[in-house]
């Protein structure tokens, strides 16, 4: 029982690169999340899910794209990475509303 | 416009003392008030939560007060442990049953042997 998994844990990415932070879930949560940490700061959310099929908007979503075919996974895309997309970006599921949201490890995304 | 604040950066203390950490929101239709923990290189962790009916929520070492008049809650934790030291955020989900939530900047503990 792996719980939230999120790869790659590091990427170093160039300005306009494109690339997908995966995220999986073994906890069969329908919802999930895709936060942001800039340093020295709190997690911003960038875009949610209720279930497959449903995503939303957060409050940063510019720059960035989700998709939710199936229960487990949550892919986060970027196209044309820009250096302010530097960040730890995590992943987290929770069962309902206002449940616990488990968190992943996170992915450190350096762009240059 | 920050709704959910940290003013604390840091905050050390000794093994065996109470730490608190503080928060403070200027959201009213917040109603649901979470404290998760973070290690270095790891996602932060479900610490402890307190929904806005009521004002005091204990779990073991862990207790949240929360004053809605004053929009401030807080997090004790008596005794602190060093395994304690790590980032401690505060989060606030709004009414209606969203699905958001709104996070702090955190606050770093320091629990010295």
């Known amino acids: 029982n792996a719980g939230v998994t999120q790869t790659p844990k590091f990427r170093i990415l160039k300005i306009g690169q494109s690339m997908t932070l995966q995220c999986t879930q073994d906890?069969?949560?329908?919802?999930m999340y895709w936060y942001r940490q800039d340093p020295g700061m709190g997690l911003k959310l960038i875009y949610y899910?209720?279930?497959?099929?449903?995503?939303d908007k957060g409050e940063v979503p510019n720059g960035y794209n989700v998709s939710r075919s199936t229960t487990e996974d949550f892919p986060l895309r970027l196209e044309l990475a820009a250096p302010s997309q530097t960040s730890v970006y995590f992943c987290?599921?929770?069962?309902?509303?206002?449940?616990?949201?488990?968190f992943g490890p996170g992915t450190r995304l350096l762009v240059l | 416009d920050q709704q959910v604040k940290q003013n604390s950066p840091s905050l050390s203390v000794q093994e065996g003392r109470i730490s608190i950490l503080n928060c403070d929101y200027t959201n009213s239709m917040f109603d649901y008030f979470l404290w998760y923990k973070k290690y270095p290189a790891e996602g932060p962790t479900f610490l402890i939560s307190i929904s806005s009916i009521k004002d005091k929520n204990e779990d073991g070492r862990f207790t949240v007060f929360l004053n809605k008049s004053a929009k401030h809650l807080s997090l004790h934790i008596v005794p602190s442990q060093p395994g304690d030291s790590a980032v401690y955020f505060c989060a606030a989900s709004l009414g209606g049953g969203s699905e958001k939530l709104v996070f702090g900047k955190g606050t770093k503990l320091t629990v010295n042997p």
């Open positions: 987290a599921v929770a069962g309902g509303l206002q449940e616990t949201q488990y």
């Open positions: 906890m069969n949560h329908n919802y």
């Open positions: 899910s209720v279930g497959a099929g449903i995503t």
